[in-house]
């Protein structure tokens, strides 16, 4: 249906920033919501970020809030999430998610996902 794919992460020294891709292909995606989420090894998928595709409605999680911005570029299909600052904490598998709904900070509410980014961050 809604396919996701996420680009851009990497291996980068604690206090750098990356910008992560998540190009979605299918369907234009107007009605729809845009989540990251993160999963870093040997703990749960945690929120990270979300946006509806209008632009009307930002969510951040607090470990976040205030070095990491989701934005969307429409003419392109694509959401980022510029990551500021980044900490060793911050080191997990990014992933992209879509759903007809609001900016979500639940995973079940987005039916669509990407198959993620690896993020490393050393100190």
């Known amino acids: 249906q809604v396919q996701l794919v996420e680009s851009g992460g990497g291996l980068v020294q604690a206090g750098a920033s990356l910008r992560l891709s998540c190009a979605a292909s299918g369907r234009t995606f107007s009605a729809y919501a845009m989540g990251w989420f993160r999963q870093a090894p040997g703990k749960e998928r945690e929120f990270v970020a979300a946006?509806?595709?209008?632009?009307?409605?930002?969510n951040y999680a607090d470990s976040v809030k205030g070095r990491f911005t989701i934005s969307r570029d429409t003419a392109k299909n694509t959401v980022y999430l510029r990551m500021n600052s980044l900490k060793p904490e911050d080191t997990a598998v990014y992933y992209c998610?879509?759903?007809?709904?609001?900016?979500?900070?639940?995973?079940?509410?987005?039916?669509?996902w990407g198959q993620g980014t690896q993020v490393t961050v050393s100190s």
């Open positions: 998610a879509a759903g007809a709904g609001a900016a979500s900070q639940r995973g079940t509410q987005y039916p669509h």
């Open positions: 946006m509806t595709w209008s632009g009307n409605s930002r």
